[in-house]
């Protein structure tokens, strides 16, 4: 069986102006597919999309209907979509209780909004559009969602309460919604990075990046956003990859701290 291609189909990357998302939209745009980038970030998601031939649309993922307007949008403007790649996500630190102060409860259900509840808005919506679609080949493939999670969501550390939390409800969302979207032939993965080079990490000094980067196994260093893109693009194209949670973190186990 050939992979399949989705050359000249239209993909979703949210949070696409930046990090792992940037890289991924460039990898798509490479792969011939007409990118949209769904981000809160004009500026840099303009100049991204610019650079790599996509097209720009303002969508804050926990707001149903500014997805529905985005995705609309990217429908109108590049066709209709195949395949999305979920990015767009938020940090944040805090433990369960500090110095006697119990956990912000508006930065745990921020976290849970935008990490978990905004894949699910994007993923649920945008497999409506697939499922109105034709199939693209012999075995009915009408597209393809891939969820970004974290390490974080199996050994959350100290601090990562919200953060755990949200990225573990992707992981759980996974095999259900590759279930429930199987006789409509969309597959559903989950590729979850361990410590790559995002922006965040990038305001870090190099000495704090590179004993970061020491506490992975092999290779012995922080993941670069193109290895997460590579990654999502094999899921894309090799049809059997379905239902899955990919860790893609060097076989790091992180430490309580």
């Known amino acids: 069986m050939a992979l399949q291609d989705w050359n ?5 990357v949210t949070g696409g102006a930046s ?17 949209a980038l769904f981000d809160l970030n004009e500026q840099a998601g303009v100049e ?5 031939g996509g097209q720009f649309f303002k969508v804050d993922v926990t707001d149903p209907e500014s997805v529905a307007a985005g995705i609309d949008g ?17 940090g944040g630190a805090a433990k369960t209780v500090s110095r006697g102060a119990p956990h912000d409860p508006g930065l745990f259900e921020r976290t849970v909004k935008v990490n978990l509840i905004g ?7 945008a497999a ?10 012999d075995d009915g493939a009408r597209g393809v969602i891939v969820n970004t999670a974290s390490v974080a969501a199996f050994d959350g550390q100290v601090g990562q309460l919200a953060y755990a939390a949200s990225k573990a409800g992707i992981v759980g969302m996974t095999l259900p ?9 969309i597959r559903v993965c989950t590729v979850a990075p361990g410590l790559f080079l995002t922006p965040l990490l990038h305001e870090l000094p190099p000495e704090v990046q590179s004993s970061l980067g020491a506490q992975v196994p092999f290779p012995s260093r922080l993941g670069a956003p193109e290895e997460y893109a590579d990654m999502v693009r094999q899921i894309t194209r090799n049809p059997m990859l379905n239902g899955e949670v990919i860790r893609l973190d060097g076989a790091i186990r992180m430490a309580p701290r």
């Open 8 to 12: 000249g189909h239209t993909a979703i």
């Open 19 to 35: 990090g792992l998302g940037a890289a991924t939209a460039a990898r798509l745009a490479e792969d011939g597919l007409k990118v």
């Open 74 to 90: 990217a429908e109108s403007q590049l066709g209709g979509i195949r395949v999305l790649v979920n990015c767009a996500g938020i």
């Open 119 to 125: 894949s699910f808005n994007c993923a649920s919506q």
């Open 177 to 185: 919604m590759a279930r429930d979207l199987a006789d409509k032939g």
């Open 48 to 52: 991204h999309a610019a650079q790599i």
């Open 128 to 137: 409506a559009r697939m499922v109105a679609a034709d199939p693209t080949d």
